[in-house]
């Protein structure tokens, strides 16, 4: 690093010229990536995936969308099908797909006076990140209403019902990424100008605006390989702002403490390399799925952070010269002492409450929500009332599509006589359409659709919504530990080798896995229980956490939450090869990163809480979980139970046997000559 530092500063002006210029390419890049981008996305290999296009291609509605449910109560004297008209036109108008009693004749569409319908809209985009979110936007609702009740007999009511219209999340706009990101660039002012106190709160700010446009080159390039999505271009700016100003934020600091650029760069720049490292062997969870818009959102974390470092290391030392240093703050190094001398008290009180919040995590609901979740009220609660009321069960709601190929006979038959099946009918030649007893999102209505599954003859392809997103939870995370296995072997030796301990990075992957669990906890408190969701940010949840949530939170933050270890530790690191013991080196550690990661924490907070700001709720949901994650990384556990931990183990934390340095050809490491500047 000392070298890399020295080179620039040598070269300066070609070094400034060739920031311009990729500064320039950046936007050029920018530029010819919007156009490319992808608004679809797709699931190759899922075979409800595969079934749902079929379904689409063939029909033009259908496959993964869920059905609105419009349903009529009757007059006293009024047969069913006189309602017949009102549906019809709905099909008419919309181009609908419209099943229900009147082209049917399948009686049971009506229970007494009650009598419903399964209206699926024209195509619709397969795409978008793979979760669970009910009610983005208004859909047909509001349009089917108003087709149908000037058709309807006289003293008729209409409700249209269905999981979207049970929804109170709908994507409500939000901010849009530009608003954001000023939300983002605001806030990381705010908490530079409080560390800093000067005109340098503006470097690292300098740094990241400078790291962003230069990412987009490398995610033309990427584009040339893998798509690139949408949502890419709307999280990765917000994700690449935190960290390239977090990334700045440790070197510059790590200058003002040292007075001198190349000592910075060769303690702060090594970090920075490993926590780069590190975020990148995170966001490998993300690349190795078959999901195209997790190998984006992966590739395109994996560029910007690798830019961010890059710009960084080569940048800031043209910005900083020689400079006297900053007298350190008292305020972390009391703290350090006082966990240091109440460590067993600290250390079970914060493994505690991680504990707490993973145990809560196990009930994670991945699945599709229920009605049981949805809103007490309104419209489309009042058609499920009258649903419940006629003896029609609300799995009506979650009802999906098989195709039925050319030749193939027997199979409405053979699904009728399953148990968990109310009703099947042919609404369109070829294509059968299954209303199961219980709710898609119910265990009993998930082994609905398997025992659906396993009567099928082969070659016929059931489809549908919850189909489709229980083969993505199957496939995602029937292979997430042997991804964990991976990424933590891959960390260990990394660690192993930068720390020359075989001690530390056990504990460093231990943490990491319970702050993964504790914000997992979290967010089930905060989605799926409901507790406070609605008062902070004025959403109702849905009772349930989208299918992607846990594999991309983990991404995201196993990098991050590393990123912070590495620099705790490396500073740990350093002090205990000067002084030989671990208090003095806990202590250190804490009081010269304490403020520093918090404000780093602080940054990528914000980042995440805009992001979180209005929009989809499936995207508020993910940006929450990570920047609570963020917040109990950098508090929790890294300003409580590292330390502990560390003080607990004592001597061995630096633990090293001969056979393992050898395995990893670790040489321990002799002193060296300060840097000079």
């Given at each position: 690093?000392?070298?890399?530092?020295?080179?620039?500063?040598?070269?300066?002006?070609?070094?400034?010229?060739?920031?311009?210029?990729?500064?320039?390419?950046?936007?050029?890049?920018?530029?010819?990536?919007?156009?490319?981008?992808?608004?679809?996305?797709?699931?190759?290999?899922?075979?409800?995936?595969?079934?749902?296009?079929?379904?689409?291609?063939?029909?033009?509605?259908?496959?993964?969308?869920?059905?609105?449910?419009?349903?009529?109560?009757?007059?006293?004297?009024?047969?069913?099908?006189?309602?017949?008209?009102?549906?019809?036109?709905?099909?008419?108008?919309?181009?609908?797909?419209?099943?229900?009693?009147?082209?049917?004749?399948?009686?049971?569409?009506?229970?007494?006076?009650?009598?419903?319908?399964?209206?699926?809209?024209?195509?619709?985009?397969?795409?978008?990140?793979?979760?669970?979110?009910?009610?983005?936007?208004?859909?047909?609702?509001?349009?089917?209403?108003?087709?149908?009740?000037?058709?309807?007999?006289?003293?008729?009511?209409?409700?249209?019902?269905?999981?979207?219209?049970?929804?109170?999340?709908?994507?409500?706009?939000?901010?849009?990424?530009?608003?954001?990101?000023?939300?983002?660039?605001?806030?990381?002012?705010?908490?530079?100008?409080?560390?800093?106190?000067?005109?340098?709160?503006?470097?690292?700010?300098?740094?990241?605006?400078?790291?962003?446009?230069?990412?987009?080159?490398?995610?033309?390039?990427?584009?040339?390989?893998?798509?690139?999505?949408?949502?890419?271009?709307?999280?990765?700016?917000?994700?690449?702002?935190?960290?390239?100003?977090?990334?700045?934020?440790?070197?510059?600091?790590?200058?003002?403490?040292?007075?001198?650029?190349?000592?910075?760069?060769?303690?702060?720049?090594?970090?920075?390399?490993?926590?780069?490292?590190?975020?990148?062997?995170?966001?490998?969870?993300?690349?190795?799925?078959?999901?195209?818009?997790?190998?984006?959102?992966?590739?395109?974390?994996?560029?910007?952070?690798?830019?961010?470092?890059?710009?960084?290391?080569?940048?800031?030392?043209?910005?900083?010269?020689?400079?006297?240093?900053?007298?350190?703050?008292?305020?972390?190094?009391?703290?350090?002492?006082?966990?240091?001398?109440?460590?067993?008290?600290?250390?079970?009180?914060?493994?505690?409450?991680?504990?707490?919040?993973?145990?809560?995590?196990?009930?994670?609901?991945?699945?599709?929500?229920?009605?049981?979740?949805?809103?007490?009220?309104?419209?489309?609660?009042?058609?499920?009332?009258?649903?419940?009321?006629?003896?029609?069960?609300?799995?009506?709601?979650?009802?999906?599509?098989?195709?039925?190929?050319?030749?193939?006979?027997?199979?409405?038959?053979?699904?009728?006589?399953?148990?968990?099946?109310?009703?099947?009918?042919?609404?369109?030649?070829?294509?059968?359409?299954?209303?199961?007893?219980?709710?898609?999102?119910?265990?009993?209505?998930?082994?609905?659709?398997?025992?659906?599954?396993?009567?099928?003859?082969?070659?016929?392809?059931?489809?549908?919504?919850?189909?489709?997103?229980?083969?993505?939870?199957?496939?995602?995370?029937?292979?997430?530990?042997?991804?964990?296995?991976?990424?933590?072997?891959?960390?260990?030796?990394?660690?192993?080798?930068?720390?020359?301990?075989?001690v530390l990075p056990l504990k460093a992957i231990a943490m990491n896995l319970l702050s993964l669990g504790a914000v997992l906890g979290a967010t089930v408190v905060l989605w799926q229980w409901g507790w406070g969701t609605e008062a902070l940010l004025g959403i109702q949840p849905d009772g349930a956490v989208g299918t992607f949530i846990p594999v991309t939170v983990f991404a995201?933050?196993?990098?991050?939450?590393?990123?912070?270890?590495?620099?705790?530790?490396?500073?740990?690191?350093?002090?205990?090869?000067?002084?030989?013991?671990?208090?003095?080196?806990?202590?250190?550690?804490?009081?010269?990163?304490?403020?520093?990661?918090?404000?780093?924490?602080?940054?990528?907070?914000?980042?995440?809480?805009?992001?979180?700001?209005?929009?989809?709720?499936?995207?508020?949901?993910?940006?929450?979980?990570?920047?609570?994650?963020?917040?109990?990384?950098?508090?929790?556990?890294?300003?409580?139970?590292?330390?502990?931990?560390?003080?607990?183990?004592?001597?061995?934390?630096?633990?090293?046997?001969?056979?393992?340095?050898?395995?990893?050809?670790?040489?321990?490491?002799?002193?060296?000559?300060?840097?000079?500047?």
């Amino acid at each position: 690093m000392e070298k890399l530092s020295r080179y620039v500063l040598a070269h300066k002006r070609l070094v400034g010229w060739l920031t311009v210029v990729a500064v320039l390419l950046g936007g050029g890049a920018l530029a010819l990536l919007l156009p490319n981008v992808s608004e679809r996305n797709a699931y190759p290999g899922l075979p409800g995936y595969e079934a749902n296009q079929k379904i689409l291609e063939t029909y033009g509605t259908g496959g993964y969308e869920r059905p609105y449910v419009p349903v009529v109560t009757l007059a006293d004297g009024v047969a069913a099908e006189d309602a017949g008209q009102a549906f019809d036109a709905v099909a008419q108008r919309t181009g609908s797909r419209v099943a229900a009693y009147a082209n049917t004749g399948d009686a049971r569409f009506v229970s007494g006076r009650t009598t419903f319908g399964l209206v699926f809209g024209g195509p619709v985009e397969q795409g978008g990140i793979p979760g669970s979110a009910l009610g983005e936007g208004a859909g047909l609702g509001p349009e089917i209403e108003r087709i149908m009740r000037p058709l309807l007999p006289p003293g008729s009511t209409l409700h249209v019902t269905g999981l979207d219209q049970l929804a109170t999340g709908a994507d409500t706009g939000g901010l849009n990424v530009p608003v954001k990101l000023l939300v983002t660039v605001g806030a990381a002012i705010l908490v530079l100008v409080w560390v800093f106190r000067s005109a340098l709160a503006f470097v690292p700010l300098l740094t990241a605006l400078i790291a962003l446009p230069v990412s987009f080159i490398g995610l033309l390039l990427a584009s040339l390989v893998i798509e690139i999505h949408e949502t890419t271009l709307t999280m990765i700016p917000l994700f690449g702002l935190g960290i390239a100003v977090d990334y700045a934020l440790i070197l510059v600091a790590r200058w003002r403490e040292e007075g001198c650029v190349h000592r910075a760069m060769a303690t702060a720049g090594r970090a920075i390399v490993f926590s780069s490292v590190a975020v990148a062997i995170g966001l490998l969870a993300m690349i190795v799925l078959p999901v195209p818009i997790m190998r984006s959102l992966g590739v395109g974390g994996m560029i910007v952070s690798a830019t961010s470092a890059l710009v960084s290391l080569t940048v800031l030392p043209l910005l900083l010269r020689k400079a006297k240093p900053e007298k350190q703050s008292t305020v972390w190094e009391k703290w350090a002492r006082t966990v240091v001398k109440h460590r067993w008290f600290a250390l079970i009180a914060s493994v505690g409450v991680l504990a707490a919040l993973s145990v809560a995590a196990l009930g994670i609901n991945l699945n599709v929500p229920t009605t049981d979740n949805l809103a007490h009220s309104g419209s489309g609660h009042d058609g499920l009332v009258e649903l419940a009321d006629a003896g029609i069960p609300s799995g009506v709601m979650t009802a999906f599509d098989v195709y039925v190929p050319p030749g193939e006979t027997g199979v409405d038959g053979i699904l009728r006589a399953l148990p968990g099946v109310y009703a099947v009918v042919e609404s369109r030649d070829g294509l059968l359409t299954v209303l199961p007893v219980d709710e898609g999102g119910s265990d009993p209505g998930k082994d609905t659709i398997r025992q659906v599954r396993a009567a099928v003859p082969d070659g016929v392809l059931v489809g549908g919504n919850v189909t489709q997103q229980m083969d993505y939870v199957d496939a995602t995370y029937s292979a997430f530990p042997w991804m964990l296995g991976l990424i933590a072997l891959v960390t260990f030796v990394m660690l192993a080798r930068a720390f020359r301990s075989i001690v530390l990075p056990l504990k460093a992957i231990a943490m990491n896995l319970l702050s993964l669990g504790a914000v997992l906890g979290a967010t089930v408190v905060l989605w799926q229980w409901g507790w406070g969701t609605e008062a902070l940010l004025g959403i109702q949840p849905d009772g349930a956490v989208g299918t992607f949530i846990p594999v991309t939170v983990f991404a995201f933050l196993y990098g991050l939450s590393m990123d912070y270890e590495v620099f705790i530790l490396a500073r740990m690191r350093e002090e205990y090869d000067r002084t030989g013991s671990t208090t003095g080196a806990v202590v250190h550690g804490i009081s010269r990163t304490g403020r520093l990661v918090t404000s780093a924490a602080l940054i990528l907070f914000f980042s995440f809480a805009s992001m979180a700001g209005g929009g989809e709720l499936d995207v508020a949901i993910f940006a929450s979980a990570v920047g609570l994650g963020i917040l109990i990384d950098a508090t929790l556990i890294r300003s409580v139970l590292l330390p502990a931990a560390v003080a607990t183990l004592g001597k061995w934390n630096w633990w090293l046997p001969e056979w393992a340095a050898t395995s990893l050809r670790v040489r321990e490491r002799g002193s060296t000559a300060e840097p000079t500047c």
